[in-house]
């Protein structure tokens, strides 16, 4: 299947500040899709991020705090703006594979906020 | 997503012995998806079933997916330490989103 490449692979953050977690894939994905998995527990999806339009957000994630790129078929950026310790989390992107259909995931960004 | 429910929530077996982790939807699937974590890395995929009674296998381990698409098992045969981890099922609901279930966490005793 398809490989992401997702960086970094883990920060250290201060409150306030932002940080961007990018996500390069080795072959051309239409659909991309970001979660987040906070400590002990499942994957919870933010959004669903298609190239050319607009990111698709879940209850409970607002693009001020979370706005993603796509601006092409094989990357993807999440930016988690004004941290707070409530953020600390893993990060992940993922992609669907066509067309075989199988979601595959970026290795995830373990984020700590300060 | 609180649509997806596993049971159960962790797992402790005894090496070699056969053990069923459940998925349940409370709607229709347009696709179920099996995955393992091993603790703090990535997602390995293990299947996809999309057709109602499908039925796959890998190596020891065999999923299911009941005709009306709601719920879906996953069955390992004499299990062993490397089977250890957290198994996630991920369900698609309309081809374009994805949620996961709540996670078991499997250890195997040597």
């Known amino acids: 299947s398809a490989v992401i490449s997702q960086k970094p692979s883990r920060d250290i953050c201060q409150r306030g500040t932002s940080l961007t977690i990018q996500c390069q894939v080795d072959?051309?994905?239409?659909?991309m899709f970001w979660y987040r998995q906070q400590p002990g527990q499942s994957l919870t999806l933010i959004a669903t991020?298609?190239?050319?339009?607009?990111?698709?957000?879940e209850s409970g994630f607002v693009i001020d705090k979370f706005p993603i790129s796509r601006p092409n078929l094989t990357f993807s950026t999440l930016t988690v703006s004004n941290m707070s310790p409530e953020d600390s989390s893993i990060y992940l992107c993922?992609?669907?594979?066509?067309?075989?259909?199988?979601?595959?995931f970026g290795e995830g960004s373990r984020l700590t906020v300060l | 997503s609180q649509e997806l429910e596993q049971s159960p929530q962790s797992l402790i077996v005894q090496e070699g012995k056969n053990l069923t982790i459940n998925c349940t939807s409370s709607?229709?699937?347009?696709?179920l998806y099996w995955y393992k974590q091993k603790y703090g890395e990535g997602l390995i995929f293990l299947m996809m079933l999309q057709k109602g009674g499908e039925e796959k296998s890998h190596e020891k381990i065999t999923a299911k997916l009941d005709e009306k698409k709601q719920q879906s098992s996953l069955h390992i045969t004499a299990s062993q330490p490397s089977h250890a981890g957290i198994y996630l099922c991920g369900a698609d609901y309309t081809g374009n989103q994805f949620y996961f279930g709540t996670g078991t966490s499997l250890t195997v005793i040597p």
């Open positions: 993922s992609g669907r594979q066509e067309p075989t259909g199988e979601l595959f």
């Open positions: 709607k229709t699937l347009y696709g």
């Open positions: 991020a298609n190239q050319g339009s607009e990111a698709t957000y």
């Open positions: 072959s051309q994905v239409t659909m």
